[in-house]
């Protein structure tokens, strides 16, 4: 037995109450919900008891994701108290914060529960960007800035010490308030100086790659430099943190090249119950080719037996430009790799990382300079 866990993205709802200017989604939002919560829990039983999860796995971590997933609190409420009992199901909640004093009490109820050694049994992902990003980007439907609100439900969670994390998202045009962003999302972790949360988090801001192409050469050119100067502002800083916690703030400064398990360890369930190979495969041109099974199939755990095979097969594997590239941390989306690739083989395309030149340039500043922090540390 190897450990790994096995993840189930299941999209509660296809509807959102924010209206971020940078989401992905934002042609697919309709006001849809799943409902088929007894279909559901039969199909992940019949996983929990197969051989192939057996064998490869000892937790499965059921994701809920949207749009805005806390939209459908019967879906995420009905599921959690099913699995409630079972040792090798824990949960995760994608949200947006807004509506989190709905789910204060059951947070609260699971927020000292874990499974399978020190994983909560429950565990929330706020969506925050610091200021001033949260108020430029990340409105309601309705126009309002939400960061306050956003800050206030973190503050509410983590003063209860309830299992949660923030997600940051970072447009090139915003490097500029690289600076700022990191400082706002500080001074939440200053507020509660217990120790584990400096441990296990930090800002981590994904840059928002899915668009990346839009900007031109001239414009790319011009945000970068605006990312050397903001992380030039930071090092000291970044330094000093490091010299006193022996960890980075800013993860962008720790080695990493993520290799995706989409496919392999990873599906997920759109609202009408067809299962893809992850939440980031349902939203472009090539989703069928993405599909995988749906949960009205008798052969439902055989058919993620079989992706798991495919994508199990070679995994690990890098063009021999990200050998030798010069950055020394980058984030890679295999579905919006495949979208662009124009190589004809399924995993070769999954895995044509080099189909996004402008997101390896900002990369690639990113490894020079934290290889220069580095030297100094």
């Known amino acids: ?5 096995y993840h189930i993205d299941l999209t509660t709802t296809a509807n959102c109450n924010f209206n971020c200017t940078y989401c992905f989604e934002h042609n697919y939002f309709q006001h849809k919900q799943f409902t088929e919560y007894d279909l ?6 019949e996983l929990l008891n197969s051989e192939f999860f057996k064998n490869n ?3 499965l971590n059921i994701g809920f994701w949207g749009g805005e997933p806390t939209l459908n609190k019967e879906c995420i409420t009905t599921i959690i108290d099913y699995y409630k009992d079972n040792s090798k199901v824990k949960f995760f909640i994608y949200s947006n914060g807004s ?3 709905e789910y204060f009490d059951l947070l609260k109820e699971y927020s000292k529960v874990t499974v399978g050694g020190n994983h909560p049994k429950v565990c929330t992902q706020i969506s925050y960007d610091g200021q001033p990003l949260q108020d430029m980007y990340r409105k309601d439907k309705q126009g309002n800035l939400t960061g306050k609100k956003i800050k206030d439900a973190i503050r509410l969670l983590w003063k209860n010490k309830i299992p949660s994390v923030i997600k940051s998202v970072i447009t090139p045009e915003s490097f500029k308030h690289l600076k700022a962003a ?18 296990s988090q930090g800002y981590f801001p994904t840059i928002e790659y899915y668009n990346i192409e839009k900007y031109t050469v001239e414009e790319l050119t011009e945000y970068i430099q605006d990312l050397e100067d903001s992380m030039v502002d ?3 800083d970044e330094i000093e943190f490091y010299r006193t916690n022996n960890m980075f703030f800013l993860k962008w400064l720790n080695p990493g090249k993520a290799l995706c398990s989409a496919g392999r ?8 119950g067809n299962v893809f190979k992850c939440h980031g495969s349902l939203y472009d041109n090539k989703t069928g080719e993405h599909y995988i099974t749906t949960l009205t199939d008798n052969e439902f755990v055989n058919k993620l037996e079989e992706s798991h095979k495919l994508h199990a097969f070679n995994f690990g594997f890098e063009p021999q430009e990200c050998k030798d590239c010069e950055a020394t941390f980058c984030l890679r989306c295999n579905p919006v790799k495949f979208v662009r ?7 070769d395309k999954w895995r044509d990382y080099t189909t996004q030149p402008e997101l390896c340039k900002v990369y690639k500043k990113l490894g020079k300079i934290t290889k220069a922090i580095n030297q100094i540390i």
Not at 185 to 193: A, H, K, N, T, V
């Open 1 to 5: 037995m190897n450990g790994r866990m």
């Open 40 to 45: 559901l829990t039969k199909k992940v039983d």
């Open 57 to 59: 796995y000892e937790l």
């Open 99 to 101: 509506l989190i004093k």
């Open 182 to 199: 990191r400082e706002d999302i500080l001074s939440l972790f200053r507020e509660f100086p217990q120790g584990d949360f400096f441990r």
């Open 234 to 236: 930071i090092a000291k």
């Open 265 to 272: 360890d990873m599906v997920c369930i759109d609202w009408n």
């Open 341 to 347: 690739s124009e190589k004809t083989n399924y995993l």
